[in-house]
């Protein structure tokens, strides 16, 4: 199941109330083995369950992840391997809000088009020009035509979370776009920026 890759509310709330990280190695039990448990699973790295035991599955999992993230690979999770964690993670209501964007705006588009929708949603998260969370970035007045016209509230499908989690993780086939549009022809606006790629139906634009 999708849900159970994603990370629990609660979980997210001790997370954020976190300032800094103890390092976790092999040995280390509760619930920041727990969050680090389930930010492994959500990316892929680790099959096993979120036990809050960290054993060798685990340690394993870190290693891969520190070797991909360009982190020393010691298996241990210290203060950068968690950080770059969170960085690439998101919660588990903001992946729901990613999955409805990517459905209602390009649910039958290529899958590397639907990841794309979702890209530009983190980008602008990540620019100053827009606002800094998922959220709001997404109910920002006039964004996104599916929120205002109400198809952004239906349901999902297992496609749409596929390509929010490959977003999540930093692949963007949209080179960086903040925008994307079907008919970009009628825009002149939107003819004025610069484009960094074509996919589907849709063109993407910076």
């Known amino acids: ?18 300032t800094s990280y103890a390092a976790l190695s092999v040995g280390s039990t509760g619930d920041q083995v727990v969050d680090l448990q389930e930010r492994l699973r959500m990316l892929g790295y680790l099959s096993s369950a979120a036990d809050g035991k960290f054993g060798s599955g685990t340690k394993q999992a870190v290693k891969k992840f520190q070797r991909n993230a360009a982190i020393v690979q010691n298996g241990i999770a210290g203060p950068m391997t968690m950080h770059a964690l ?16 990517v459905y209602s705006e390009a649910g039958g588009e290529p899958f590397n088009g639907q990841i794309a929708v979702a890209a530009v949603v983190l980008n602008r998260v990540d620019s100053p020009d827009f606002p800094d969370t998922i959220e709001k970035v997404i109910f920002a007045p006039g964004a996104f035509t599916t929120v205002a016209g ?20 930093g692949i963007d086939p949209s080179h960086g776009a903040l925008y994307f549009n079907s008919a970009p022809a009628e825009s002149e606006w939107f003819q004025s920026r610069t484009k960094t790629a074509s996919i589907g139906g849709h063109v993407f634009v910076k």
């Open 86 to 101: 969170h960085k690439v993670t998101v919660s588990r209501p903001d992946l729901g809000r990613l999955a409805r964007v």
């Open 1 to 18: 199941m999708i849900g159970s890759l994603l990370l629990t509310p609660q979980l997210q709330q001790k997370a954020h109330a976190a």
């Open 150 to 169: 109400g198809q952004y509230w239906k349901l999902p499908n297992a496609e749409s979370f596929k390509a929010a989690i490959q977003a999540a993780k």
